[in-house]
């Protein structure tokens, strides 16, 4: 069975296993930007944006305390997520003096970054600086179709010929080209990537999936495929994009039987590592369940990041009970967290 994993979530057996025994936590999730330089119809956060408060927002130094208390739990991996596109935010990337000051601060606690990004600042440049550091990117993949990747995220996204390693000519986003030309997707020792393609479901492009896990699989990337989360934009437009339970269920079956070769851990959100092995917390410092799903927990600020792990776990555990319990098929879309978010509004 061939497996495919993103580098930075490419833990040793022993490494899972000990985290499970000891209740460690592997992975630190620090949301950051509040700004987009996209409008797509399937944001499930552009509520939550403008809801941010300036004098609230955490600074450089509280970021850095949270990184060592997290280092102090396990944590190995800071995965960059934001309400907004991450690059945007000076704390990622200062575009001025051309400085990475978070990545410079998981690299000084050799911690490794995995960052999701939508890709638009990314040119040849940038593509090369972040190569040389230890980064991992979740890049936007919502088509291989430029009208319909252009009408999902409501912008015009540029395409470009790519020579494929096989040689097929394939029409991708720039950024992508970019990055794949600066050496993101080239073998690593084992069977780890740099380069994520992120896609969410929709009716949009629903028929395309298993052709970008394809156009993935040849390039050396691996696919994320993310259910659509009914939230913000997603729910305006929840009857354009939205798929139905049964649809989805094919779909699954589709993408389960077309990579049979393939281990479908990969596809398979119950082992969500976010969910399972992470801590998420947004802007001004509040602890949320999962990427999607905020809390009531309170924030750093409140309490140390040991104390909210513990309780965080035992909300944990009794998430994955109930989906076990609840759950009777695969699908798309059904995740621990969803489950218990699902559960307890
Ligand atoms: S889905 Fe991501 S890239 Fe698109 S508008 Fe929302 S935050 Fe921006």
Redesign the pocket.
């Known amino acids: 069975m061939k497996s495919l994993v993103p580098k930075g979530f490419d833990f040793k057996e022993e490494e899972w296993r000990q985290a499970e025994r000891e209740g460690r936590m592997l992975v630190l999730v620090p949301f950051i930007s509040e700004r ?5 119809i ?5 509520d939550e944006r403008v809801k941010v408060n300036q004098e609230r927002k955490l600074t450089l130094e509280d970021h850095k305390r949270v990184f060592r208390q997290a280092v102090d739990l396990g944590c190995k991996t800071i995965v960059i997520s ?4 991450p690059f945007m935010d000076p704390y990622l990337y200062n575009k001025q003096d051309n400085t990475f000051p978070l990545l410079d601060l998981a690299e000084e606690l050799d911690l490794y970054t995995v960052v999701f990004t ?1 890709g638009m600042m990314i040119d040849s440049k940038l593509a090369q600086a972040l190569y040389k550091r230890r980064i991992s990117l979740i890049i ?1 993949l919502s088509s291989l179709n430029e009208s319909v990747f252009s009408e999902l ?1 409501h912008h015009e996204i540029q395409f470009v010929d790519y020579r494929e390693k096989d040689g097929r000519l394939t029409r991708i986003p720039h950024y992508l080209k970019c990055l794949i030309e600066a050496g993101f997707s080239d073998g690593l020792d084992g069977n780890a990537t740099r380069l994520i393609n992120d896609v969410i479901i929709t009716r949009k492009n629903m028929d395309e999936i298993t052709e970008i896990i394809h156009f993935s699989l040849r390039n050396h990337m691996l696919t994320c495929i993310d259910p659509l989360v009914i939230k913000s ?1 997603a729910e305006r437009n929840r009857d354009e994009l939205a798929i139905t339970d049964s649809e989805n269920r094919i779909l699954y079956e589709k993408v389960k039987s077309t990579f049979s070769d393939y281990d479908m851990g990969m596809y398979d959100l119950s082992n969500c590592i976010i969910h399972n092995y992470g801590l998420v917390y947004d802007l001004e410092g509040r602890i949320r369940r999962c990427l999607a799903v905020p809390s009531d927990a309170g924030t750093i600020h409140d309490r140390s990041l040991a104390e909210h792990w513990s309780r965080l776990l035992e909300e944990k555990q009794a998430a994955n009970l109930a989906y076990h319990i609840s759950k009777t098929e695969d699908i798309f879309g059904v995740c621990p967290g969803r489950r218990y978010y699902s559960f307890s509004h």
């Open positions: 987009c330089n996209l409008n797509c399937y944001c499930m956060m552009k934001g309400l907004g596109e939508n936007k995220n934009e």
